[in-house]
């Protein structure tokens, strides 16, 4: 009877992403329509969606068990997202919003190739080994996710798990395009938060409170309230926490969060969107580690703290609830597996197929290249997902500062920065990358396991900034920036 | 200790939280201000007013 009625709310949910499928598929005739919804997405759209986007089912398991494992050394990851999402709709969305405008960009290497006059094609080809590489392992950690979710939730076993995710996903996904993608989002953004409102509430209460809580905690590790955690204020401490706190220039630059910026109607949907996407990722991220916390007090113990979420739901919610629970954490995989794979899809088709090996295909044709290109992406990552299955939180990571290192600095640079020479953003993408690629490999363990978006991210931007100083920028691209700066205006005074 | 928590650890809360927060409104007042305001250049489309 539980499992049924999990069931039920579980096909009530995928009714209304099939409809919502259906109803952006008018939208995903044409490259415009499938990869940036026509450019017409509302503020409170593009906030949820790109929140959505970047949070994924790291939020939901990976972050609620570090707040289980960590306590309030997990606050050091907060500051870090809060900050990110503020800087990137304060400071990034809106010249970046006027560039793509300008040049009716629809992907982020369309944007870098006309902002540098590149005519070879090297930003396309670069972005797109990049964008693959970190997509397949970005979708089959959240694949990953899946599959635990539907194992914890309804014992059906990790691999069925898997295939059923990668199969709602990719069925709206490719009926729907971004449009479908991005109010999809939408719809799982609002029912995340909700579900990060409740569970630490019932979480805390179900504890005995507050003060019962924190004295439980306490009681299990002193080291559970230290802002420093088990490190201490030492290096291995100060490593740990500015590594939390870099997860959030992810935010600036990665091109599944830019795309939104992009699909925005118009500048205003943008300033209005800032404020709903900092009070949206609040909420998520304080949500999250507090019900960490609570999970603690409750079920010590757990050998994979990443199940917290569904062991606090079936415990501690009548079964409706918890399967409003799973709708959620799928949500959170569904809503960043779709953007990733429609965001992989346009690399293919619109930078590799159509701009770079000038194919003369008709947009409808493309469009449904794009399509297979989609299918064929979540198969190879749903691959890597049945033959090893990893740590999420590490694992999303590893791909969030991958696709962040390459384009986060040079992003930056190219609107904040006249200079920046297409030279200087190439050296930028390549050593970025690979920087964060080798920090994982090479270096990590002997550095207090620091975070790779930190190297990637300062290595990546020396880069860009060196060989932009020895080379000579592009006159008519630095008269247009001045152009587009102006347009935009300033940023606090009224 | 506030609350049963460390005032260390309530205060990394607090900018956690407030610091993003603060400069998101500040941003969102001024736009809103610049947007409201009549006759003036617009900060948000970048086009001015008709005269």
């Known amino acids: 009877m539980t499992s049924l009625t999990i069931i039920g709310v579980l096909v009530g949910y995928l009714i209304v992403l099939l409809a919502i499928g259906f109803w952006g598929r008018k939208e995903s005739g044409d490259l415009r329509g499938y990869y940036v919804a026509g450019k017409k997405l509302p503020s409170w759209v593009i906030a949820f969606s790109s929140n959505a986007t970047g949070e994924s089912a790291w939020l939901l398991l990976g972050l609620t068990g570090m707040g289980y494992m960590i306590g309030v050394h997990a606050f050091w990851i907060i500051m870090g997202e809060v900050l990110g999402v503020a800087c990137a709709w304060i400071w990034v969305a809106r010249p970046f919003k006027e560039y793509t405008d300008r040049y009716d960009s629809i992907t982020v290497p369309d944007y870098l190739t006309e902002r540098f006059r590149d005519t070879s094609h090297i930003f396309r080809w670069i972005s797109a080994i990049i964008i693959l590489s970190m997509v397949m392992a970005y979708t089959a950690a959240q694949l990953t996710a899946s599959g635990k979710a539907f194992d914890s939730f309804l014992g059906t076993g990790y691999t069925q798990g898997v295939w059923i995710g990668l199969g709602i996903v990719l069925f709206y996904t490719t009926v729907g395009g971004f449009k479908a993608v991005a109010y999809s989002d939408f719809v799982q953004g609002v029912l995340m938060l909700a579900c990060l409102i409740i569970l630490p509430i019932v979480g805390i209460v179900a504890a005995g409170g507050w003060g019962e809580m924190i004295s439980a905690l306490g009681a299990q590790d002193p080291a559970l309230l230290d802002p420093m955690g088990s490190f201490g204020l030492g290096p291995a401490g100060i490593a740990s926490a500015a590594g939390s706190v870099a997860i959030g220039l992810a935010f600036l630059g990665s091109p599944q969060l830019l795309t939104r910026f992009m699909a925005a109607r118009d500048q205003k949907q943008i300033v209005d969107g800032g404020l709903w996407a900092v009070l949206c990722v609040i909420g998520f991220d304080v949500g999250a580690v507090f019900a960490g916390m609570a999970g603690r007090t409750l079920y010590p113990g757990l050998l994979d703290p990443e199940t917290i979420l569904p062991q606090m739901s079936a415990s501690l919610f009548p079964a409706f609830f918890t399967g409003m629970f799973l709708v959620v954490v799928l949500a959170a995989i569904m809503s960043t597996v779709d953007s990733l794979l429609i965001l992989a899809s346009s690399v293919v088709v619109r930078d590799v197929v159509q701009q770079a090996m000038g194919s003369t295909w008709s947009e409808r044709s493309l469009s449904m290249l794009g399509k297979g290109v989609t299918v064929v992406i979540g198969l190879v990552g749903l691959a890597v997902a049945l033959l090893e299955v990893r740590l999420i939180f590490d694992f999303v990571l590893f791909a969030w500062s991958g696709i962040a290192c390459a384009f986060t600095p040079v992003v930056l640079c190219s609107l904040f920065w006249k200079r920046t020479t297409r030279e200087g953003a190439i050296a930028g993408m390549i050593v970025g990358f690979a920087v964060t690629v080798l920090w994982v490999e090479l270096f990590k363990t002997g550095f207090y396991d620091l975070y790779e978006m930190i190297p990637g991210f300062f290595v990546g931007l020396a880069a860009c900034v060196s060989v932009s100083l020895l080379t000579r920028p592009n006159a008519e691209a630095v008269a247009e920036f001045e152009a587009v700066h102006e347009s935009v205006g300033p940023l606090f005074r009224a | ?51």
């Open chain 2, 1 to 51: 200790m506030v609350f049963g928590l460390p005032v260390d650890s309530w205060l990394l809360l607090i900018v956690a939280v407030g610091l993003g927060l603060s400069l998101e409104l500040l941003f969102w007042r001024a736009q809103r201000r610049a947007r409201g305001g009549p006759g003036r250049g617009s900060a948000i489309d970048g086009r001015a007013d008709a005269p």
